[in-house]
């Protein structure tokens, strides 16, 4: 079954530490999409990809970076993490053109 | 650029009851507008979509939506709600035409009570 998986789920981690969210799709699709999520807020879009070694910054900043080795795998890190980075971190994929996301269940991070 | 504003970040409802979520848009190239809706725990889940043609576009779970261009709006609404009702319900826009960088609005809780 065509899906987007994100792991962990949950995750609480110290300061400093390095960490790294996995996002994988099995629908093929081209274009991923990290989203960070505050509590009551919108939805904003820190990193995307067009496809296999491409990358950009989405429009809001974020201290963390993605990869796009192959096409189903899209993780995003953080070197060194920091309270600040405390949020829901949403992984998206979606095909041409302007169609709809697919979102994954994204990962609730928390750094103490 | 686009931006969407949602009014409420609440809204309450008795089971049965009609449903409305305010959305309204900013664009300035013609928008595909989206309803996503997010239930506890999980990720975004596509309601219903505006693209071209019809303005009344219908959804999953008896959901609609009208696009009125002259109001720059996109109101979500249900006649009857039901309990299972009960999330966060994101408005969002794409004015981009090669790819899909959705501007969401900050969400509405939507509460369904018996």
């Known amino acids: 079954e065509a899906d987007i998986y994100q792991t962990p789920r949950y995750l609480v981690i110290g300061t400093g530490k390095k960490i790294t969210l996995e996002c994988s799709q099995t629908m093929g699709h081209d274009k991923m999409y990290w989203y960070q999520q505050d509590p009551g807020m919108e939805l904003h879009l820190i990193h995307y990809?067009?496809?296999?070694?491409?990358?950009e910054k989405g429009d809001l900043s974020s201290e963390s970076t993605v990869s796009r080795i192959r096409t189903e795998h899209f993780p995003l890190t953080l070197e060194s993490a920091r309270p600040s980075h405390t949020s829901q971190y949403l992984c998206a994929s979606s095909g041409g053109g302007r169609e709809k996301l697919f979102f994954g269940s994204g990962t609730q991070l928390s750094v103490l | 650029a686009q931006s969407v504003t949602q009014l409420g970040s609440h809204v309450s409802v008795s089971e049965g009851a009609l449903v409305l979520l305010r959305c309204n848009y900013s664009s300035s190239v013609p928008p595909y507008l989206f309803w996503y809706v997010q239930y506890p725990n999980q990720g975004l889940q596509l309601l219903l979509k505006y693209t071209t043609g019809a303005t009344l576009v219908k959804g999953i779970n008896g959901f609609e939506a009208e696009f009125k261009k002259s109001e720059t709006s996109f109101h979500l609404t249900k006649p009857s709600a039901h309990m299972s009702d009960a999330a966060e319900y994101f408005c969002a826009v794409s004015g981009d035409t090669g790819f899909q960088k959705l501007v969401f609005g900050t969400g509405t809780r939507l509460l369904v009570s018996p």
């Open positions: 990809s067009y496809g296999v070694n491409s990358t």
